[in-house]
């Protein structure tokens, strides 16, 4: 059976990636952003703000093993198509989010940057140049801050942006109003679970109605080539 199934990604703008790692070493991942925040697992009097944010920037120890994973290759592989996209190496930038605490006003609905603009900054456009990998690195269950995605939204925001490259900022009202419709899914599971986004996929973060953080990757991985409508890969086909 192939890892993920592609038409239903096609349909829906994404995908579970159960298990690209074992869990314990998502587990040594947690364990080892929990030194690099400064706090504790144990001591729940630390845990202040809502969101804390850290990141992997080299790859290191189980985040390497995250990030150049098999099986989540073959999944890349499957939706961007074999050489459609570049391996990143790294897990990038993570909100770990707290519970117990007034919630941080980011929990709008948007899609990420996914186009660079001249002057090295990024906006969104409809040729984007990335897509969203989110990896779990805690126990994420429906009450645990999981991230919100709006299944089948990646068409709705294909059909509402072209080669302009619009401020991230703005375009969020604008994807959000475009696909208020859809049925709303949530990106639970365990530590060393993967979701592939759409980079038109619209989703948003939610309060910890939960105990323990969670903690979370949310990487762009960029795509070999711009996304162009009418090209052969799933991403593409997805919004034909
Ligand atoms: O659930 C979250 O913390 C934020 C999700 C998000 O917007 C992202 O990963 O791009
Ligand atoms: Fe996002």
């Avoid at 007034?102 to 900054?121: Q, V, Y």
């Avoid at 456009?125 to 089948?152: I, Y």
Wanted: proline share 10%; aromatic share 6%; glycine share 12%.
């Amino acid at each position: 059976m192939p890892i993920i199934d592609v038409d239903r990604f096609a349909a829906e703008g994404f995908a579970k990636v159960e298990a690209v790692v074992p869990r314990e070493v998502g587990d040594a991942a947690r364990a080892l952003l929990w030194e690099r925040i400064g706090l504790s697992p144990d001591d729940p009097s630390g845990w202040r703000q809502p969101v804390v944010w850290t990141s992997d920037l080299t790859g290191e120890g189980p985040f390497g093993q995250i990030a150049w994973s098999e099986r989540l290759g073959e999944a890349l592989d499957l939706v961007a198509g074999p050489g459609g996209w570049l391996p990143r190496g790294s897990l990038g930038n993570m909100p770990v989010r707290f519970p117990r605490v007034a919630p941080a006003d980011d929990r709008g609905w948007h899609i990420d940057a996914n186009t660079p603009r001249a002057d090295g900054s990024w906006g969104v456009s409809g040729r984007p140049h990335t897509l969203l990998l989110l990896v779990l690195l805690s126990d994420v269950g429906e009450h645990d801050a999981p991230t919100r995605v709006r299944a089948g939204s990646h068409r709705d925001v294909a059909a509402l942006l072209g080669e302009e490259v619009l401020d991230p900022m703005a375009a969020g009202p604008l994807v959000d109003a475009a696909s208020a419709h859809r049925p709303q899914v949530t990106a639970t599971g365990v530590p060393g679970d993967a979701y592939l986004l759409h980079p038109f996929t619209v989703h948003a973060a939610q309060e910890h109605l939960g105990a323990e953080p969670r903690f979370m990757s949310q990487a762009p991985v960029m795509l070999a080539g711009p996304l162009a409508p009418g090209g052969p890969s799933v991403l593409s086909r997805a919004v034909a």
